[in-house]
């Protein structure tokens, strides 16, 4: 028998047309090390949310692939993202999580930074240097692009990106769901309490799998499914919307994002929430109300686990939420999960929100910890020699997606499988992981804009009219 030679990533671990992934591409340590520099430093991740840094000099500091970075306000209300290391040694310049300052001084030899990155202090500027460093080339590191979409704060380091929204396509709805108001105005959602932040042993793609839309994993849930932990009586937190719509998994091509969703039939109205509680059930239904009547039939989306590639995953309903998987190395990823409200919800709606949050969610939440015992145990089971060389079988839902998928006269963009009676597919995790092949296989974004390509063709084929 030959011996396999280590080596990194190659075409054909990815094979999507068998339904086949290797295990190399989630235990590989130089697989980790490329993707970091094709997929980290080239696409769009999440930073934060504006209302975490309200005013001048207010400052979160956040990660991007493995580096730490500071969001922050400078003195002119503009926000920026740098890198938080040093120019001069790469020491940390900011070492707290949050907070306020005028200046970051770093604390090796105390150069310091304004909040709009400029080198403004040198120690010994006249004597040590004679006065001739030029400060202006020394600024902190900042992102080559920086997006604020309805108040989340997006950033690239690669300037050849395509903008923010481009980037997202037609998957900015799914967004949308999350960050407009419960009653349909357009971007309300502010961040509750703090952020939640805990390390797991695994490679960052399993969460990342299980977000863009594992509904086949539900026997996981079994037992806090039949303790009925769900704030809308008893059992899951969507049994309601399963009931009456139908349930899709929606992948939007070459752009690597994908998420469930449900829709509502067109004349019914939306199912009751919360009913663990009068005030907050009625908010709601008043909310619901309203959105159906600025909406329209967008309102009849209703939104579930998603995610937006790479590490951004969305959780629009109950518990309202977006976390970031962010890789420590091929063995470990540290979550951080952001929970959303309405800014102007009672503050009774709200403490009944955060104490449903914290129930839910996270290592310590009802549904969180039994999904971290699949990924750590998955991942560790599949390190060894003998196991890496038997890839995991992505086959469910083969070829059964469509384009153009209609359900009582709204229309789902991008390609859809309707599975309300199969309960599952596995299309979008090969959407996941046919965008996690291109960016590991595509030297630039010419190539991964793929969509610009197609848009030029089409507009050839289109007649020039007089
Ligand atoms: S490392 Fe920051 S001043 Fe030297
Ligand atoms: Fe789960």
Redesign the pocket.
Same mark, same amino acid.
């Given at each position: 028998m030959a011996i396999a030679r280590a080596e990194g990533y190659r075409e054909g671990l990815v094979d999507l047309a068998a339904g086949r992934i290797s295990r190399e591409i989630f235990v590989n340590d130089e697989i980790y090390r490329q993707e970091l520099e094709r997929v980290f430093a080239r696409s769009w991740l999440f930073v934060g949310h504006e209302s975490q840094i309200p005013s001048p000099g207010d400052f979160f500091v956040s990660s991007m692939g493995e580096e730490s970075v500071i969001l922050c306000r400078d003195r002119a209300h503009q926000i920026h993202v740098f890198l938080n290391s040093c120019r001069h040694r790469g020491m940390k310049v900011c070492r707290y999580d949050e907070g306020s300052t005028p200046v970051f001084t770093c604390p090796y030899h105390g150069w310091s930074y304004s909040t709009d990155g400029k080198l403004v202090g040198v120690p010994y500027f006249r004597e040590a240097y004679r006065s001739k460093l030029e400060r202006s080339q020394w600024g902190l590191v900042e992102v080559a692009q920086l997006y604020n979409y309805k108040g989340t704060v997006w950033a690239t380091w690669d300037p050849a990106a395509p903008s923010f929204l481009e980037y997202l396509g037609d998957f900015v709805i799914f967004l949308d769901l999350i960050l407009d108001g419960r009653d349909g105005r357009e971007g309300q959602a502010e961040v509750l309490g703090g952020v939640e932040k805990w390390l797991i042993p695994c490679n960052w793609k399993f969460p990342a799998e $299980?977000f863009s839309g !594992?509904s086949y994993? $539900?026997i996981?849930?079994r037992s806090v499914d039949l303790a009925g932990i769900g704030p809308s009586g008893s059992g899951r937190r969507d049994t309601a919307e399963l009931m009456i719509g139908r349930k899709l998994h929606v992948c939007i091509p070459d752009r690597g994002h994908q998420t469930i969703v449900y829709v509502l039939p067109k004349d019914l109205p939306p199912p009751p929430t919360y009913q663990h509680s009068s005030v907050v059930s009625e908010y709601f239904r008043h909310c619901e109300e309203e959105r159906r009547r600025t909406r329209g039939d967008q309102a009849r989306l209703m939104g579930a686990p998603g995610e937006i590639f790479p590490t951004a995953a969305l959780l629009p309903r109950q518990p309202r939420t977006l976390a970031v998987w962010h890789p420590r190395g091929p063995h470990q990823t540290e979550v951080w999960r952001w929970f959303f409200v309405d800014r102007d919800t009672p503050a009774e709606v709200k403490n009944f929100l955060r104490e449903y949050y914290i129930r839910y969610s996270g290592p310590a939440g009802m549904?969180?910890q !039994?999904?971290m015992e699949n990924w750590n145990y998955a991942h560790a089971a599949s390190r060894g020699t003998i196991a890496r060389r038997h890839p995991y079988c992505y086959e469910m839902g083969l070829g059964c997606a469509v384009e153009d998928y209609k359900w009582e006269g709204l229309r789902i963009p991008g390609r859809v499988i309707d599975i309300t009676q199969a309960q599952s597919s596995e299309e979008p995790m090969r959407n996941l992981y046919r965008r996690w092949a291109q960016f590991m296989e595509a030297d630039s974004w010419a190539e991964l804009a793929s969509w610009r390509r197609a848009d030029t063709a089409a507009a050839a084929l289109r007649p020039t009219g007089t």
């Open positions: $299980n !594992d994993h $539900n996981s849930h549904t969180e !039994d999904d």
